[in-house]
């Protein structure tokens, strides 16, 4: 017994410390649906990636001596959880009609929007939504009620078995034309002990410009040392993590293997992750002992299909 248990914790560290991808470690509640096939750029580790000629430049435009700050956890902030909230749906999830203010760069089709969806509180209003029957996810940004009907500024859908991204051009629920679902840190992922995809942070101040997987950017600043949509920062790898609690450390490992993609215009290194009471908030909050100088931009061309 006293061998079996052994060898039972070897390969639980053996798990918690491999590469993998998000098409390993699935969500619980969607056993059968990957959250993107293995091969996408969310789930590509980054850390053997060269670093970018103007890394340095970038990283002083977003903040060098500026913390990380983790825009989830549990409780509640002003009324509102803290994070970006998903729900999973299915085929007898009601579909319902969506009207866009950005109609002509959104999605037609018709939104498993449960009774209870759970949107994000502040300004942005995201509603996220997997739907495990199909695995698709369907995503909307500034969700509300206009007149009794769905409205939302736009709407997106993917297949969570593709590769394929949207029009070039066109936005999502998030300013980059990227899904926002698969940059998420989840709770789920925590208590497993590893993180194996890129995760969503916001800047302040963006480019007029976009990489892949981007597909759309929303500034009409120029500087050619402020970040694209789509760019990728990781943590280098020579910070020592030893000394963080747990979740804090599960988080910044990701940093180093998988790093994380500017997806929005927001406050400066904001990670995105969905709320949940198992977070530690104390924990966290230590990430922003992890200042922008910590990070380095990886030249990602070598991922672009």
Known sequence: MRARAAALAVTALALACAGGSAHALRLPSAKRCPVFPKTNPWNRRVDRL?????????IASIGANTGLHADFGSGLWE???IGIPFDVVSRSTPRSRV???YSDESDHVRYPIPKRVHIEGGSDHHALLLDRSACRLYELGGLGKQNGRWHAWAGATWSLRSNRVRP????????????????????DEARRGVIDHALRFTVQRTRRAYIYPARHFASSLT???????GLR?????????RPYPRQARIVLIALKRYGMIVADNGSDWYISGAPNKGW???QLHTLG?????SFEVVDTSSLHP
Do not use: C, E, H
């Not at 070039?168 to 709770?187: E, H, M, Q």
């Not at 002992?289 to 100088?293: A, F, I, R, T």
């Open 79 to 81: 009324g509102s959880p």
């Open 168 to 187: 070039a051009g066109w936005t999502s629920a998030d300013a980059a034309g990227l899904p926002i679902f698969p940059g998420l840190a989840r709770y």
């Open 233 to 241: 920062v990781r943590l280098k790898a020579s910070l020592d993590v």
């Open 280 to 282: 530690s908030n104390y």
């Open 99 to 101: 009207s866009f203010d």
């Open 289 to 293: 002992q992890v200042k922008g100088s």
């Open 50 to 58: 060269p670093v970018a000629a103007n890394s340095a430049a970038i």
């Open 223 to 229: 500087d050619p040392n402020l970040p694209p949509m």
